[in-house]
C-alpha cells in the first residue's frame, strides 16, 4: 500500500516537474544566453525523461497491483535511469537555478524511497 500512494503522489510531482522544468528552460533561455546546441539537448532530454518517467509509472503500479516482480524489476531499472537524468539537471544543465535544485532535490527523493520499496516488493512477491 505505501508504494502505490508513493507512486500516485509521484505521478502528480511527475506532471508538476516537467512543467516546472519546461517553464524555468524557457525563462532561461529568454534571460541568458543559452548556446542552441545545449537547449536543445536540455529540452530533448526532458522530454526522453518525460517519456521514461510515464513508462516506469505505468509499470511500476501495474506490477506493485498484480504483484508481478518482474514489472517492478524494470521500473526499478528505469527509475536509475530517470535519476541519472535528474542528476544531470541538478549538477550539469547549463544554468542551474535554485528552484531547479529543489524540484530535482525532491524528485531524487521520491525515486529513493520508490526504489526501497520496490526492493522490498520484489523480495515479498517472489516468497
Known sequence: VPLQILFYFNVVYSIFYFLATLLMIIYKSQ???YPDANLTLDIALLFIMAILEAVRLYLGVK????????LL???????????????????????????DIIINALLLIFYGLEGILDIFSIAAFVR
Open 31 to 33: 534571460v541568458f544566453s
Open 63 to 70: 506490477g506493485n497491483l498484480t504483484e508481478e516482480e518482474v
Open 73 to 99: 524489476g524494470i521500473s526499478l531499472m528505469v527509475t536509475v535511469g530517470n535519476a541519472i537524468l535528474s542528476i544531470y539537471f541538478l549538477v550539469w544543465e547549463t544554468y542551474v537555478l535554485r528552484a
